[in-house]
């Protein structure tokens, strides 16, 4: 073992490995406290197998704006990881690496969150001790890692809540403002694959961090040196404050104030719904929230166990058909409406809906989301809760990136409709400037005041959040949760349903009611998919091609406009400037666009298509012309991505 630190720098010299590579590798070896970390490196050395130590070390993970995402698991285990044997059949320790999951990674995030976490409390001149909220999924080390962090959190001086078992993201958002938390971590990597986990930070508004909060901390976190650090005294630390059936119950009670017409539930009952969490947290308040509100849910046994193998599903992501297909059986077999499944940390959420043929048909996150924000926008007219006096305050919120029927129906009902890049903060941010904009001494103790008051305050004062989505299956319609929200999401198409039943139709054939009204709008999504070192390299390659040579004329179509999100000014409909990222907006001159970005979470470049058919002026389509424009547009969109893919393999070459 005392020869591998040259053998390293040997293999750097003879071109086997990436030089970075070697770097990070003599970084990790000087100062890891785990002799898991080279008895790893060495076992791999041994091997020859330079391409695993190079995706493990090419560089050391970053400390991004939401937080961390890697591998915890290598594509090869080494029998010191591997270790005794365990539970699922995990190994006994995480990868090790520069560029994964572990605990060295875990210790560098949380000592540089908890540094500016104390300071950010100082400078407000507060007293006590500042706290942290924890909260993890089920995944592989998802439970040691907060275990660490909260271990970390008390030695540094501050409190740390950690929920008693696995939860959902949305619940952490909620349990940060809930207690009066500066912080929260969810160990989690949402819908990834079960190799991965993640480090996700929220701040004490409830919101994943933004700036000037991200950046402070980006800075901590590349100062700490590596694990080690010196605790404060005895009696200047922390405790460790378990959170579990008491947050959940306030949680749910809040969850219950969203339905728009409770009396609409109780006299459609006979609506089914199989839900499933696909092995993840939403079991805990999803099924039984359903019940509450009066709504039948059977679940799909098998994936209601907790399994960080994910082992019914090829992914555990409800954007795919597969990860549903169990749930739909179950519903074919018992005669549900409606399937609900929910990604790892619940935060995400697919449906598939039976239509007006008897089968199930799968909706898209835009469609999901537009029928929920023309339910809840006409539902609140019919209530009375908005009106023409003061349609001005309501709102909806979408990215960028999500199909612009939403933007249609906002204007439609003469609400404002504002757009924000791709990632959930944005729009948390958007309900925390809307909250502030209430008079201060009308919003004390905001978080804990009734829905109800809330709803008040906003309409009087500030803007009402109608509701908000982005086309990766996420939703929410209220700001006592600052992230999309499954919880939320499962409500909200639940009452949909039940509106769709009572008229008559499907969750499917409410959305051709609006697609005949506002215009046939189909997406379509994409991504490459490259992996490790050398792909990373080339997702960079693409970037910088797109935004050095931006297409001019795209599948038969003249390019109309071209958006850089990373050099242009942008500014929203609110004159709030648009933070810069890696995008590139492309709108060609028959009304179809395309947005292309690098995924922030997975090895992966992302591609965004859009077309729309809208009906004459003052006219709607008629069924046989909303299926006409279905396949057209359809058609169209294919066309647009088999010229996109043969243009970027063009550019890579």
Known sequence: MSQLPSRIEQAAADGKLLPESAKNILSLLSKSNSPIDAASVAELADAGDWPELDNRFFR??????????GKTIGAVVTKAEQGRPQPLGRPEFPCAGTNAMNSFNISRATQGLVQYVVEHFAKGGRTGKPAICLCHDTRFFSREFAELAAKIITEHGCDAYLFEGPRSTPELSFAVRHVGAQAGVNLTASHNPPQYNGYKVYFEDGCQVTEPHASAIISRVNAVAGEGYEPVPENRRGRVVPMGADIDEAYMGRLATLPIDPELI???NSLKIVYTPLHGVGG??????????????????????????????KSPNP?????????IAQADRTGADLVIATDPDDDRMGIAARGGDGKMQLLTGNQIGSILAWYRASRFF?????NASNRHRGVVIKTFVTTDLQKAIAEKFGLRCVETLTGFKYIGSKLGKYEAAIPAELRRDYAHMPEAETRRLRLAHSSFYVFGGEESYGYSASDFVRDKDGNSAAVLIAEAAAYAKSQGTTLPGLLDRIFAEFGVYLERGESLTMDGAAGAAQIKKLVESYAARPPVEVDGATVASVRNFATDEIHDSESDRIPAEAMLMVSLADRRRIAIRPSGTEPKIKYYMFGARLPEPGKTFTAAEVAAARESVGASLASLWDWLGKDAQARLA
Do not use: H, W, Y
């Open 60 to 69: 050391t993970l970053a400390f991004g704006t939401g937080g961390l995402r």
């Open 266 to 268: 109780r006299r459609e």
């Open 284 to 313: 805990v308040i999803i099924k039984p929230m359903l019940q509450r509100l009066g709504f039948q849910c059977d679940t799909v046994a098998e994936q209601e166990i907790p399994d960080g193998r994910f082992p019914t599903v």
């Open 319 to 327: 954007e795919n058909a597969e990860a549903l297909s169990m749930a």
């Open 382 to 386: 019919e209530t009375g809760v908005l």
